[in-house]
Every structure is written in C-alpha cells, then in structure tokens.
C-alpha cells in the first residue's frame, strides 16, 4: 500500500473516524484505525462492534492496500504536523509516513483481523436535509433516559410512516417529540429504537460534513446513515419502545405563553434556591396578577421569587417542576414566545412554541 495525501485530508479523515475507536483490552484490534488505499480514495474505518463510521477522503493511490494503526496515536501525530503532503506506505507490518522534514514508522496488526463491517441495502433507504436532521436531533437527544436496566429508553425512536418522520425519547419524567418530513419515504412504515450514542455521533459528523441531505436505511438489525462522505452503521436496541402518547394528555386547563429568554433568565435566578437534590422551582399564576410568579425556598440559602410576564389573560395554575428539565424544554424551542399548558399539579404539562408546530416537549411535575 502507498498513497500521498495533504495533512488537512488526513485529518479530517482521522477526526471523523478515530476519535471513536474503543480502547479494548481484550480486542486490541478495536484501539485500531483501518486504513484503505482503494481507487475512490482513503478510506478510514473504526468501530467498537456497536457501531462504525467509513468515511473517505481524497488521495493519489500509488498502490492499492489496507491496515491497521492505533488511532489516537495516528490521529495525535498527523494533527502535529504542518499542513504539507503527506506520503503513506506499507511495508512488512509496518507503516511509514513521510513528509517534508520527517519520517515516521507506525506498528501496526494486519487488516484481516479487523471485524467486518455490516453492510445494508441502500434500496430501503429513505433522505432527510441535513440542516433538519441535526436541529431535530438536537431537540430529542437531551430527553434520552442513562438507565442502563432499561436499554429501549436509552435510545431514540424512530418511525418512519408515508412522508413523515417522527423522533421521540423519554427518561419517564420528560418526553421530547419532533416531526420531520422526509423524501423518498420508504414503501413500508418502520419503528426502530436507535442508541443516542450513534444519533449524537450522527450530529458531530454532520457538523463536520455540513452535508445537503442525510441518507437513512434500515434492515432488520442495523441502521446506516450517510452523512456526506462519511457513513455511520449502527445496531438498533431491540425491544419495545414506551407507548408514550398515552401519557400525552388529550386536553388542557390552562394555557399561558410568555417571553422564553425571560422565563430562561428567571429559572436560573431562581434555581439558586432549590433544595440540593430536589431541584424544584414553583411556577404560579392567579387571574388577579398578569405575572408568572417563578418560586424556590431553601431553609438553609433563603427564598428568591422571580416574576416573568404573562402574554395571556385570565389564567390560573400553580405547579412544581424540575428545574432542570423544565430549562432543558425551554433552551430547545425555536422562537421567541413559549407556552405552557396544564391541568392540574399533578399530571402532565406541556411545553411548546407558537412558531414550532412540529416539536412538543411533555414534563412531568413534582408532586408536593
């Protein structure tokens, strides 16, 4: 194997790729890069058997070939050099890197022993703009439960049905949900449950790749997406997802909107008072006052109440939310207004924008 490449590819191709190898003790060929000299270009290749990314740069390919490097080595020691023409070669289990003041050997472990890649029919496949995707997965991905015991709401869920897609996920005390219309939808509907761990990789690439549209295709294990030159394939978590829309109530009581950043500016004044652990803050309103009282009483700290106007008349509500929930909710709406909706201090509240009629974001309260 022999190639040259500019400093700049390889570093791309390294950032992309490298950065997600595993460091496995038992599986050492996993702390390792695959390197491809093909004639499409350099292809790099690193997975932890849960997911993968393939992404390609270009390269002068003097001779066809593929190996292994330890990848944060390689990655650490092409983003130290200068922006120069890089010259790869392979000889006898080992990797030479040449530039314009230096030379450089690499071990490395031959690249049969690397597991192979799944691949998925691109048939099935169905594209979202890219610029979507990763503003709709920004809008989910914060909701994702971190219990491990239940590994479906680890995840993020997916459904795919005629020209919509639609992306939800929940820890059970908050439930995010965003719609998006898709192109070239596929024939069949689909539910899958994808780790956020790959949708967040999904969304570092995509920022990386800037690219016009993001392909999706699905087989009955594995997802993959192809974000420009990059591809990311995943497992999918099996099992059954929450049957969350029943928790989403049909109906409201009360409905007030108010400015977001001033609301924003208020749960974080006053979320200094919260009792440690607890983190609750009150939210109250009475028809007598056109004020959104924003409460919090610590016994040890002392008491702040911040007052946020409110854009609607003859409303009355009187609820205890986790602070932090409720300003993640708020920092995820697109717009200027906000609007909570409520029944009662112990069900469901709903939090959305009058701009945004495609995401909804359900929290649940603390119950006093």
């Known amino acids: 194997m022999k190639f040259t490449c500019t400093q700049e590819n390889l570093s791309k191709g390294l ?7 595993d460091r496995n003790i038992n599986l050492p060929i996993l702390n390792n890069v695959l390197l491809r000299a093909k004639k499409e270009g350099v292809i790099f290749t690193a997975t932890n058997l849960e997911l993968a990314i393939t992404t390609v740069v270009r390269g002068k390919i003097e001779t066809p070939g593929e ?41 490395g472990i031959d ?36 219990d491990e015991s239940r590994p479906e709401i680890t995840g993020v869920f997916l459904r795919v049905e005629n020209s919509t897609c639609t992306l939800a996920s929940t820890d059970s005390y908050r439930l995010a949900q965003k719609k998006i219309a898709v192109k070239q939808a596929p024939k069949e509907d689909r539910e899958v449950i994808i780790p956020a761990k790959t949708l967040a990789e999904v969304v570092r690439i995509a920022e990386i790749e800037e690219p016009k549209e993001v392909s999706i295709a699905i087989n009955e294990n594995q997802i993959k997406f192809t974000v420009g030159d990059t591809e990311i394939t995943s497992r999918i978590i099996a099992g059954e997802y929450p049957d969350y829309k029943q928790i989403i109530p049909a109906s409201f009581k009360n409905e007030v909107a108010f400015a977001a950043n001033d609301m924003v500016r208020a749960i974080k004044t006053t979320s200094l008072f919260c009792k440690q652990g607890i983190n609750d803050i009150r939210l109250s309103l009475e028809k007598r006052f056109t004020d959104i009282a924003v409460t919090a009483e610590n016994s040890t700290l002392g008491k702040n109440t911040s007052n946020v106007p409110s854009l609607s008349k003859q409303q009355e509500f009187d609820i205890v939310f986790n602070y932090k929930f409720f300003l993640d909710g708020l920092q995820h709406l697109m717009g ?11 069900s469901p509240a709903l939090l959305s924008s009058p701009s945004e009629k495609d995401f909804l974001y359900i929290i649940m309260p603390i119950r006093q």
Do not use: C, M, W, Y
């Open 15 to 21: 950032t992309i790729a490298a950065r997600f190898s």
């Open 67 to 107: 190996f292994t490097v330890a990848s944060r080595l390689l990655a650490e020691f092409v983003n130290s050099l200068k922006k120069e023409i890089i010259t790869v070669s392979l000889e006898e289990k080992t990797l030479t890197i040449t530039g314009e003041n230096h030379q450089t050997t690499l071990r």
């Open 111 to 146: 690249a049969t022993d690397f597991p192979v890649i799944p691949t998925i029919d691109s048939k099935t496949a169905f594209t979202i703009p890219g610029d979507v995707l990763r503003h709709a997965l920004s809008q989910v991905l914060f909701a994702a439960g971190t």
């Open 336 to 346: 200027e207004q906000a609007v909570l909706k409520t029944n009662d201090p112990a």
